[in-house]
């Protein structure tokens, strides 16, 4: 395993750590400030929107625990995707239990030595 893989392994793995502990700013620092989620059902949406929505859902009290599974990665240059498997539970106050899970298809950018998600598309649904 190259470098470059470890170090993108470790945004995915802080990203997790960072959202189950509810540290919005650890999560944003590790996206370019042009990304683009693409979510079903869902138009497009960047930075500031994530921003927006994750402050709507701050002062609600959210239990999240996820795990990540990275089935592919690839370097090319200053450029990297990773084909990852997610399984997440959540749960919202007042709201029963969630699982989720599914694939996502993430293209990473390496900016200033550091890697960092630019496009994020997110297959993760309900589980059955």
Request: avoid cysteine; charged fraction near 30%; glycine fraction near 6%.
């Amino acid at each position: 395993m190259t470098e470059d893989e470890k170090q993108i392994r470790g945004v995915v793995d802080q990203w997790l750590s960072a959202t189950k502990a509810g540290n919005i700013e650890t999560v944003l620092s590790l996206m370019t400030d042009d990304i683009v989620f693409l979510v079903a059902g869902q138009p497009p949406f960047g930075k500031e929107e994530f921003r927006q929505n994750s402050a709507e859902h701050a002062d609600k009290s959210l239990e999240f625990d996820g795990t990540s599974d990275i089935r592919e990665i690839k370097v090319l240059g200053d450029h990297a995707y990773i084909i990852n498997w997610l399984t997440i539970e959540m749960k919202p106050e007042g709201a029963e239990r969630m699982n989720l899970s599914g694939y996502t298809l993430s293209i990473f950018r390496k900016e200033n030595d550091k890697w960092l998600l630019a496009r994020d598309a997110n297959f993760v649904a309900p589980d059955k």
